[in-house]
C-alpha cells in the first residue's frame, strides 16, 4: 500500500486555533470531519489515517510549533519510510490572494519559518507543498498582528467553500500525483 504524510502547519493551543497562521490544522481537521477520521495524539503530533483506493494517508499536525515543524516531518518520514515526494506540506502563504491555491514540488521557504525549518531538517528545498492564500491586507508593520489574527467574517463566509476545494487537493495528490494536481487546482 503506498503510504503519503500529509503535514498541515500551525500552532498548537486555542489561542492559534481559528488564526491565518493555522490554516493547516484547519484544513486536515475539515479533511479529518468528512472523512469521519480521528486524531490520535502521537509522538511530535496529532496524526490520524486516511485510507483511499490503496493508499494510506497520514495526516499530522506537528505539535512542536510551526517553527520546529521539521523535527516532526522528519521522525514520521523516518518512521512510516515515506519517501519525499510523498509529503505535501500545508502552510498559509501571504503573497497570494485569499484561499489561492498554489502546489508546487520544490520551492524556497518564502521567508516562512515553519518551511525553512523542514527544509533545515529534511537537507532540501525539493519536497512538495501546498500553500494556501491568505493575502497581504494588513498595514506596515502589522504582518505578525495579521497572519496570527482570526479570520474575518468574510473570510469566514468563504472559507467553507475553499475548505472543501482544499481537501480534494490532498485526495488528488494522493490518487492523481503531483504533476496532475498542481495542473487542476493551480491558482484555484
Given amino acids: 500500500m503506498k503510504k503519503f504524510l500529509i503535514v498541515g502547519l500551525g500552532n498548537i493551543g486555542s489561542e492559534y486555533v481559528n488564526t491565518?497562521?493555522?490554516i493547516g490544522f484547519k484544513l486536515l481537521?475539515?479533511?479529518a470531519k468528512?472523512?469521519?477520521i480521528d486524531f490520535n495524539t502521537a509522538k511530535l503530533g496529532d496524526i490520524a489515517e486516511l485510507k483511499i483506493k490503496g493508499r494510506t494517508l497520514l495526516l499530522l499536525k506537528p505539535n512542536t510549533y510551526m517553527n520546529l515543524s521539521g523535527k516532526a516531518v522528519k521522525y514520521w518520514?523516518?518512521?512510516e519510510n515515506i519517501p519525499k515526494e510523498?509529503?505535501?506540506i500545508i502552510t498559509d502563504d501571504l503573497n497570494i490572494s485569499f484561499g489561492t491555491i498554489r502546489i508546487k514540488g520544490k520551492g524556497s521557504d518564502g521567508g516562512h519559518n515553519g518551511l525553512k525549518n523542514i527544509q533545515l531538517l529534511l537537507n532540501t528545498s525539493e519536497y512538495p507543498r501546498f500553500r494556501f492564500g491568505i493575502s497581504d491586507t494588513f498595514k506596515k508593520g502589522q504582518q505578525i498582528d495579521y497572519v496570527l489574527g482570526e479570520w474575518s467574517?468574510?473570510?469566514k463566509e468563504k472559507l467553507k467553500e475553499r475548505l472543501q476545494t482544499a481537501s480534494e487537493v490532498?485526495?488528488?495528490f494522493a490518487l492523481?500525483?503531483?504533476n496532475n494536481t498542481m495542473n487542476t487546482f493551480n491558482g484555484k
Fill in 77 to 79: 518520514m523516518e518512521k
Fill in 170 to 172: 490532498i485526495k488528488s
Fill in 176 to 178: 492523481a500525483g503531483l
Fill in 29 to 31: 481537521d475539515y479533511l
Fill in 153 to 155: 467574517e468574510e473570510e
Fill in 86 to 88: 510523498n509529503i505535501l
Fill in 34 to 36: 468528512t472523512e469521519n
Fill in 20 to 22: 491565518r497562521h493555522n
